[in-house]
């Protein structure tokens, strides 16, 4: 099956520093990737659209500047985390599709626990 | 603009009874819908799906859910329930647009919890 790995699990880090989170999706091609953000017991939010090859597309409020998505290959999407304050710890998740059409569901990376100190 | 509702926070079932978590959903056109369960910090995992066509589906780990247009709804279900069914699910929808990254859309996620 389709698999989706994120590095590092988890992450702790000092407030100003910066953090870049790995998504590899190992048995296939993703051209297009999502990044989410989840708060505790709560559902996911969409952060922004990572299309292989072209400038993310982030949701509203997100800070581009801060969140910075970089899709160099159809395998490999990376979020940092710049100047990270601890209003951003969270837990962070990426996601892949396998396929090219709608019907095809998304595969998850495990995700990333973000605490910054 | 579609959109998914997952009107319970929490069920609760006991473990061997049936359980179902309900989704209801608005698009225009033909929905695409998909179920997938969230384990404690980890990632999302797929559990099934609908396309078209029979209106129940069948996916991983003995689920099923039911289709029902007139409803707008598609709610998860499984005969007998197990404490390791005990986690967070999620119901997603999204049109059968073409061209362009399509974006799913996730309701906010169920809590099921089975007890002993």
Same mark, same amino acid.
């Given at each position: ?117 | 603009? @579609?959109?998914?509702? @997952? ?30 369960? @969230? ?78």
């Amino acid at each position: 099956g389709a698999v989706v790995s994120q590095h590092p699990s988890w992450v702790i880090c000092k407030s100003g520093t910066s953090v870049k989170i790995e998504c590899r999706s190992l048995d296939f091609q993703a051209t297009t990737m999502f990044w989410y953000r989840q708060f505790p017991k709560q559902s996911l939010m969409l952060m922004a659209t990572s299309n292989e090859g072209s400038k993310a597309t982030y949701e509203q409020g997100v800070e581009k500047d801060k969140f910075l998505i970089n899709h160099a290959s159809l395998t490999l999407s990376t979020l940092t985390v710049t100047s990270a304050h601890p209003e951003d710890s969270s837990f962070y998740i990426c996601s892949a599709r396998q396929g090219a059409t709608y019907n095809s569901p998304l595969h998850f990376g495990n995700g990333t626990r973000l605490t910054v100190t | 603009a @579609q959109s998914v509702a @997952q009107p319970e926070d929490q069920v609760n079932v006991a473990e061997g009874n049936p359980l179902t978590v309900k989704c209801t959903y608005s698009v225009s056109g033909n929905p695409y819908l998909f179920w997938y369960v @969230q384990y404690p910090n980890r990632g999302l995992q797929f559990l099934l799906k609908y396309i078209t066509g029979d209106n129940l589906v069948k996916g991983s780990y003995g689920f099923e859910a039911e289709f029902n247009k007139s409803q707008t709804s598609f709610h998860l279900k499984k005969p007998s329930a197990l404490v390791s069914d005990s986690a967070l699910y999620f119901c997603a929808v999204s049109p059968p647009a073409s061209g362009g990254s399509y974006i799913p859309t996730f309701g906010r996620g169920t809590s099921l919890i089975v007890h002993p």
